[in-house]
């Protein structure tokens, strides 16, 4: 998402022209949502999925909130923070760096 993000608004790529930067992101959170929303409850960013588990908790669930589907509860929390570090990495480096200044 964020490598996607990145080569919206990067200037110095031409697309896409005029204000269609938000539309196209939030396009791609939409489809982000679409595609995995089933499989992870739309866990996209950590307070999404870290926020009700711990509030279940508070609320008198226990500890076991945690414990569901295999403690699956630590991949909405550091999958995005990784995935989001990686993609502008890689943008950057793969991307960014052929991109000459000014070319927009």
Known sequence: MVL?????????NLA??????????????VLIGMTFGFN????INPSR??????FTLVGGWGPQVFAAG???????VI???????????IYDRLVGAGL????S
């Open 40 to 43: 992870s409850g739309y866990a």
């Open 4 to 12: 996607a993000i990145f080569a919206i608004t990067d200037a110095r």
């Open 79 to 89: 999958a995005p923070l990784l995935g989001g570090v990686g993609g502008g990495w």
């Open 100 to 103: 000459k200044e000014g070319s």
């Open 49 to 54: 999925d870290l926020g009700p588990r711990l």
């Open 70 to 76: 295999n403690y699956w509860f630590w991949v909405p």
């Open 16 to 29: 896409p022209a005029g204000n269609m930067a938000p539309l196209l992101i939030g396009l791609l959170v």
